[in-house]
DNA sequence: TATTTGACCAAGA
DNA sequence: ATCTTGGCCAAAT
């Protein structure tokens, strides 16, 4: 099991309403490569199959996504989490731990 | 094999 | 508030 594919499977498993972070991501691989989690996503050989976009940085910030910044905050918004300038409002209730 | 890169994070200037 | 630096890790080149 390769590294990026334990990072799609657990970006599957966030819920539906909830987001989670690059570095919650690593902690759940016991790992502190945050950095490489960030990395795989950017790759994200599974575009539409992962659902990247309820990852975003530690501080609720959003970074770079495939569509861009505006597509993601309505798709995030659509799932019940308001987005403010980019950022993640309410984090700490929608964030999913693993 | 070695170096660079990146959707990161924290701390300092 | 913005920019730089150092540290972190895996993948790509």
């Not at 498993?13 to 990395?39: C, F, H, M, Q, W």
């Not at 976009?53 to 798709?75: D, E, I, Q, T």
Request: net charge positive; charged share 25%; aromatic share 10%.
């Amino acid at each position: 099991m390769n590294f990026n594919d334990k990072v799609y499977r657990l970006c599957k498993l966030i819920p539906k309403g909830k987001v989670s972070t690059y570095k919650e991501i690593a902690k759940a691989l016991d790992s502190r490569g945050y950095r490489a989690v960030g990395n795989a996503l950017n790759k994200n050989p599974y575009a539409p199959v992962v659902p990247c976009h309820r990852v975003v940085s530690y501080s609720s910030h959003l970074h770079g996504f495939l569509h861009g910044l505006a597509a993601k905050r309505k798709l995030l918004e659509s799932e019940g989490i308001k987005i403010k300038n980019n950022k993640v409002i309410d984090f700490e209730k929608v964030l999913f731990r693993f």
